[in-house]
């Protein structure tokens, strides 16, 4: 099946640094990427949508300057937390979706813990 | 913009008996929903979805029923394990934004 790989799976950086998180497709062409941000024991909030080589689209009370999404390629799409601070601390996951013109069945990576101290 | 309420947040079931898990959504003009079951720490894993032109679709003891008119959608669990203790989610989407828009969650704990 459909496998998308997520690094880091945890990381701790000091606030005021920048942190980049990867999702990659392994064998399937990921046309459009979505990043979720969940907080403990809450819902998967939806951030953006990014599709391949576009820019992304950010759903109300993003921080696109604050969390830059690229999506490069078919298989690769990053996420950069800039300027990182205590309250960026989250579970950060992204789902791929694998066939162009579907809609369904969305892989997700298995998620970044990022804690800013 | 699509909002999804889940209910109840938490359940807890004795093994063996069935859970239900109820969700709602506000746009129309969705027509995907899938479910998911997350484990702690872990990633969302899909386990049964349900397109708007069916009403019911059942895989083993997992079944999901849709109510269009209603704009409800629900999952039933039947013979429940231990195993199926885990935050189940749903989500609401359109084919025009492929966008998934999720429940709250439901913590399910199934007693042994």
């Known amino acids: 099946g459909a496998v998308v790989s997520q690094h880091p799976s945890r990381v701790i950086c000091k606030s005021g640094t920048s942190v980049k998180i990867e999702c990659r497709s392994l064998?399937?062409?990921?046309?459009?990427m979505f990043w979720y941000r969940q907080f403990p024991k809450q819902s998967l909030m939806l951030m953006a949508t990014?599709?391949?080589?576009?820019?992304?689209?950010?759903e109300q009370g993003v921080e696109k300057d604050k969390f830059l999404i690229n999506h490069a390629s078919l298989t690769l799409s990053t996420l950069t937390v800039t300027s990182a601070h205590p309250e960026d601390s989250s579970f950060y996951i992204c789902?791929?979706?694998?066939?162009?013109?579907?809609?369904?069945?969305?892989?997700f990576g298995s998620g970044t813990r990022l804690t800013v101290v | 913009g699509e909002n999804v309420e889940q209910h109840p947040s938490t359940l807890s079931v004795q093994e063996g008996d069935s859970a239900v898990i109820k969700c709602t959504y506000s746009?129309?003009?969705?027509?995907?929903f899938p479910w998911y079951k997350q484990e702690l720490g872990k990633r969302p894993q899909l386990i049964i979805d349900?397109?708007?032109?069916?009403g019911e679709k059942k895989d083993q003891r997992i079944a999901v029923t849709l109510n269009k008119t209603a704009k409800h959608f629900s999952l039933h669990i039947t013979e429940t394990q231990p195993e199926d203790s885990a935050v189940y989610f749903c989500?609401?989407?359109?084919?025009?934004?492929?966008?998934?828009?999720f429940g709250t969650g439901t913590r399910l704990k199934v007693l042994a």
């Open positions: 789902s791929a979706r694998d066939r162009v013109g579907a809609y369904y069945g969305y892989t």
């Open positions: 064998d399937f062409q990921a046309t459009t």
């Open positions: 990014s599709n391949e080589g576009s820019k992304a689209t950010y």
């Open positions: 746009d129309s003009a969705s027509n995907y």
């Open positions: 349900i397109r708007s032109n069916v």
């Open positions: 989500a609401a989407s359109t084919s025009g934004t492929y966008k998934y828009i």
